[in-house]
């Protein structure tokens, strides 16, 4: 009996998910036509510490539904609902300690780091 629910379970599940994936053109893509990417450049840090506080942040951010950021290029790539924009986000970045973009962050948010994320200015 249990053998047979778990059965039901799991093909009911494959079946959504293939439906899901499947389904053509529907009310869910009009959307996302929306959603728009955009890359936020000159975002400062130097380690994981900094990539985890950066893309926090930037999540934290109304609108806001990803954030990646590349600590090499300093690029933090978003994908934004409109509305946001990556100004927002850089003034967000500046108070947590990121110099982003043209905000630069504030001594006393820079110097609250800790000493691994103290990237040079
Ligand atoms: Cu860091």
């Known amino acids: 009996m249990m053998k047979q629910i778990?059965?039901?379970v799991v093909a009911a599940?494959?079946?959504?998910?293939?439906?899901?994936?499947?389904?053509p053109a529907n009310g869910r893509d009009k959307l996302d036509e929306k959603v728009k990417q955009d890359t936020l450049a000159?975002?400062?840090?130097?380690?994981?510490?900094?990539?985890?506080?950066?893309?926090?942040?930037?999540?934290?951010?109304?609108?806001?539904?990803a954030a990646s950021w590349e600590q090499k290029s300093g690029r933090l790539f978003l994908t934004l609902?409109?509305?946001?924009?990556?100004?927002?986000i850089a003034k967000e970045l500046a108070k947590v300690g990121h110099d982003a973009g043209d905000e630069k962050a504030p001594k006393a948010a820079y110097d609250a780091l800790p000493a691994c994320c103290k990237y040079k200015r």
Do not use: N, Q, W, Y
Request: with cysteine; glycine share 14%; proline share 2%.
């Open 6 to 8: 778990m059965f039901m």
């Open 13 to 23: 599940t494959v079946m959504m998910l293939f439906a899901v994936t499947t389904s």
């Open 42 to 65: 000159g975002v400062k840090g130097s380690c994981g510490m900094c990539k985890a506080r950066i893309e926090k942040t930037a999540k934290g951010v109304k609108g806001v539904r």
């Open 81 to 88: 609902d409109p509305g946001a924009t990556k100004t927002i």
